[in-house]
């Protein structure tokens, strides 16, 4: 099979850029990836390659990371907005109808447009998702720290200055023993000047004093979709546990146990493609 290849596609007037792999199939799945220092190529650089087998696939850079343009000025970056971000993406694409599999905030995105658009998704796999609970991890100091408009811009300015940041912050999401490679990648895409802007806005959007601005726990039960929650044991960021709850909340829900912290598809990506893969097929 040849590699993925990047397009660009407008999405609301924003220029968002894309892989492409895979032959052509109906319905295709959409690869969604997450905050900090994600992006397309750095989330599913070992799970696109053998997904695209025998599907086609799409993933985006959302608008912020990766090649994509930054989100708009004057817009907040929820999940909200990661949700109709999506949904223009399709449209853009032609494409009425996909499955989705989102990783931390893009599974939060996923979910929100599955809640809302239902007719639009095939399947969902929720991957160590955003969205499961109320409480913002760090407690009081993470809301303190990353809710507010100058502590989240001093903490990922350090961040993205410092390899050795860098890699304590990603140690600290995941449980390999020797991230290099993940640290490597992720330093790659913090290149660009406002490189973590997005994320930094996210984060003052999303949390506020009282918990995290989007829990979906009470709306899980109208999913109609059906619905995958992989979920690392280890995974520090979003407890193992809210997706034991999430699947059991939703009447057509599995959950995935992988011994891995938040970052599945940089520590398990080979599990979690045969799980995908069997929930897809």
Do not use: N
Not at 83 to 109: I, K, N, T
Not at 186 to 197: G, I, S, W
């Amino acid at each position: 099979m040849t590699g993925p290849t990047r397009e660009r596609v407008d999405v609301d007037g924003t220029s968002v850029s894309y892989l492409v792999a895979g032959p052509e199939t109906e319905p295709p799945v959409v690869l969604l990836h997450g905050g900090g220092f994600d992006a397309a190529a750095v989330s599913w650089k070992h799970v696109l390659p053998d997904l695209a087998e025998h599907r086609r696939l799409y993933a985006p850079d959302w608008p912020g990371y990766g090649d994509s343009d930054p989100v708009p000025d004057g817009v907040e970056p929820t999940i909200d907005y990661y949700s109709g971000v999506l949904g223009s993406f399709l449209d853009a694409l032609g494409v009425e109808r996909a499955a989705l599999v989102g990783l931390s905030m893009g599974g939060g995105a996923a979910l929100g447009f599955a809640l809302e658009h239902p007719g639009r998704v095939e399947q969902l796999v929720a991957v160590d998702a955003y969205g499961l609970g109320g409480e913002v991890p760090g407690g009081r100091l993470g809301t303190l720290v990353f809710g507010s408009r100058l502590g989240s811009k001093l903490a990922w300015g350090l961040i993205k200055r410092s390899r050795r940041l860098c890699a304590a912050s990603i140690r600290g999401t995941v449980a390999a023993d020797d991230p290099e490679e993940l640290v490597a990648d992720a330093l790659a895409h913090l290149d660009r000047p406002d490189a973590t802007e997005a994320w930094a806005r996210f984060q003052r959007a999303e949390i506020t004093r009282d918990g995290a601005r989007t829990d979906f726990t009470d709306r899980l039960p109208e999913l109609v979709v059906p619905a995958l929650f992989v979920h690392g044991r280890e995974d520090s960021l979003v407890p193992f546990g809210w997706a034991e709850r999430a699947a059991g909340l939703v009447p057509d829900g599995e959950l995935a146990a992988l011994d891995c912290g938040h970052w599945s598809t940089r520590e398990r990506p080979a599990e979690l493609v045969e799980r995908v893969e069997t929930f897809l097929d």
